[in-house]
């Protein structure tokens, strides 16, 4: 196993940083955008699932 030292190890992160393709800011805008719709919209689909389990117990058990 090979050392490096610091200053390679340096020159090495910065050689993989800059490879990095970073997303504009539009693309973060609209990613973010499209994770609150969708939570949102899973957040609703399992109210309406839960409130229908509990009607249908309350149906079934009559308390």
């Known amino acids: 196993m090979s050392t490096t ?9 910065r050689t993989e940083v800059s490879k990095v393709v970073w997303p504009t800011r539009r693309e973060v805008l609209l990613t973010t955008l499209m994770v609150f719709i969708l939570s949102a919209l899973a957040a609703t689909f ?3 699932v839960d409130l229908a389990i509990r ?3 309350h149906y079934i ?3």
């Open 5 to 13: 030292n610091p200053l390679q190890f340096l020159q090495q992160v």
């Open 61 to 63: 058990i009559g308390a």
């Open 46 to 48: 399992f109210s309406l």
């Open 55 to 57: 009607t249908g117990l």
